[in-house]
């Protein structure tokens, strides 16, 4: 799922990309006489492990490119040593590769893993190449299973999930992952890494929380943004656009979705004191889409007429799923979020208009609930929805949930963990994650005491993993570097946003749960001019 980089053959575009922190830390550069060898390490295997095989490669660096779908490519990669351990669970049959490179010169003794995207359990060189040219050392995992949007490892000879690669997937390779690579860090280098950090958007995200839920000892910061927790219930709810879509029998086009999504922007930026094309708390943003009824877009040089039944469409889509008894399942569509990513449609040559699903939710639904690659996902009703959305929660919550909110023992360990989310992201609802922080906050004593260890940044007007420099950028890696080798707990998360016309603003990023509003005065580009403040002190 991360940010949009691919537009897929069927023209859906996959949420994913490549995921870049800056890493902008102080260095604390290890120099040596000369560079380590590049030798295949002895590797100890993992608990529940063998290791197969450990191979070890010297690499010249220069510019690495992306494998997969999600591509991508970072220049000016010094030399690195590149060591594959391969791992298999006995009895299970699984192969999962773990890599680590190593900068042979001017590592800055830290350790980063490095999560994945989508179906993808790790990263796809990008991430690690990007981690090696800011001096850290870094792994990542393939847990034995495919691409982003390689799901032929799902069901087994007997049509059923294949539940070894699913642990693997959920969280187990990534655990693996790190101890393999802290290990091989130590017999390349002959020392232990000062600090170990995990980085990750979406899937990465969700990985990054399994790890401090699951395995607190496994990293000293983790940087988990737009994190994926709740995978069962928000793939479902995902899935909740082209329901809708169907069983209304109304497929508003992309620029008729866009002229709604624009609307509510325009509508709801004054909010925090300034009409500036941002809008910094989009939980709060209430337009109505009915107000659109009668309206003339131009679409494709076609003037085209806003309908009530398209309004009806959307207003579903922004309020999200729910049973037919109208119990709420989930959280919608951010209002301000670009709708196209999961409301999408497309047109037949015989002129037939129907939806094209975002394909992580459509497989996980035809996989993981109905075990059937054909199932037809336009006759979903919305009582089967409900029904797929509870068996969702009753088969994999405890699997791949993510969703603990005891994060005692990460606390007790000393981690420092700090995620921002997009207000707009289109994959994703922050609600979730907000959601999330609420029960930690209720579980570990209030939102005071879990800042010592817990933040998250909400970014205004910031779609999936946008943040990543494509859609405005922010160094969370250095925020979470200064916190835990520093104890310089951020306050705010300086970052740059993109507005409404398309022009990069810098904003500060508050704190959860205060909101960012406009003093009066300044300029509105500019993060001086905004100051964080409890919602129940915003304007409106």
């Not at 102080?26 to 390490?41: G, I, K, M, N």
């Not at 069901?155 to 693996?176: C, I, M, P, W, Y």
């Not at 995200?205 to 983790?222: F, S, V």
């Not at 940087?223 to 497929?251: I, S």
Request: hydrophobic share 35%; with cysteine; aromatic share 8%.
């Amino acid at each position: 799922m991360k940010r949009v980089l691919t537009v897929l053959a069927a023209g859906v575009p996959l949420a994913a990309a490549v995921y870049l922190p800056t890493a902008s830390a102080e260095p604390q550069t290890t120099t040596t006489a000369q560079p380590p060898a590049c030798t295949a390490p002895a590797v100890r295997a993992p608990s529940g492990t063998k290791v197969e095989s450990v191979t070890a490669v010297r690499q010249d660096g220069g510019t690495v490119k992306g494998t997969g779908i999600l591509g991508g490519e970072v220049t000016g990669v010094p030399a690195f040593c590149q060591v594959t351990v391969t791992l298999t669970h006995p009895g299970d049959g699984d192969h999962a590769k773990v890599q680590t490179w190593l900068p042979l010169e001017k590592w800055n003794s830290r350790f980063q893993g490095t999560g994945g995207s989508a179906y993808l359990a790790g990263d796809n060189g990008v991430g690690l190449a990007t981690a090696v040219k800011n001096g850290y050392a870094a792994s990542t995992t393939d847990a034995g299973v495919g691409d982003a949007l390689d799901t032929s490892w799902v069901l087994n000879g007997t049509s059923q999930v294949d539940t070894a690669l699913l642990k693997n997937f959920a969280s187990r390779s990534q655990h693996e992952a790190a101890v393999v690579g802290k290990s091989v860090v130590n017999a390349v280098y002959g020392k232990r890494a000062a600090y170990s950090y995990f980085t990750g958007c979406s899937t990465g995200g969700r990985q990054g929380y399994a790890e401090a839920q699951n395995y607190p000892d496994d990293y000293d910061g983790i940087l988990a943004d737009a994190p994926a927790v709740n995978w069962d219930e928000f793939e479902v709810a995902t899935l909740w656009p082209q329901v809708v879509l169907n069983n209304e029998k109304t497929h508003p086009t992309d620029c008729e979705l866009n002229a709604f999504t624009d609307a509510a922007v325009k509508a709801c930026d004054k909010f925090d004191g300034v009409q500036d094309g941002v809008v910094n708390d989009s939980s709060r943003c209430d337009f109505d889409p009915r107000r659109l009824i009668g309206t003339k877009v131009v679409c494709d040089g076609k003037e085209l007429t806003i309908t009530a039944a398209d309004a009806a469409v959307v207003r579903k889509i922004w309020d999200g799923p729910r049973t037919t008894s109208g119990q709420k399942l989930w959280a919608g569509v951010p209002v301000g979020a670009d709708l196209t990513g999961l409301a999408h449609s497309v047109t037949d040559t015989d002129g037939t208009v129907k939806g094209a699903p975002f394909p992580v939710p459509a497989l996980w639904v035809q996989l993981f609930l109905k075990k059937d690659p054909a199932f037809d996902l336009t006759k979903i009703t919305y009582g089967d929805f409900t029904r797929l959305f509870k068996q969702s929660q009753a088969e994999y919550d405890k699997v791949i949930g993510t969703d603990d909110p005891n994060l005692s023992g990460f606390r007790n360990s000393g981690g420092k963990l700090l995620t921002w989310h997009g207000q707009a992201d289109q994959f994703i609802p922050a609600q979730g994650t907000v959601e999330y922080r609420k029960q930690v906050d209720q579980k570990l004593g209030g939102t005071k005491k879990v800042d010592d260890f817990y933040r998250l940044f909400l970014a205004p007007d910031t779609n999936h993993c946008g943040l990543n420099g494509a859609d405005g950028s922010a160094d969370g890696l250095a925020a979470l570097t200064a916190w835990v080798e520093h104890g310089k707990a951020p306050k705010t998360l300086p970052a740059t946003l993109i507005n409404a016309s398309g022009e990069k603003v810098d904003r500060d990023l508050c704190a959860y749960p205060k909101v960012s509003v406009y003093k009066g005065h300044g300029d509105p580009a500019e993060a001086a001019s905004f100051r964080c403040v409890l919602p129940s002190s915003s304007r409106h």
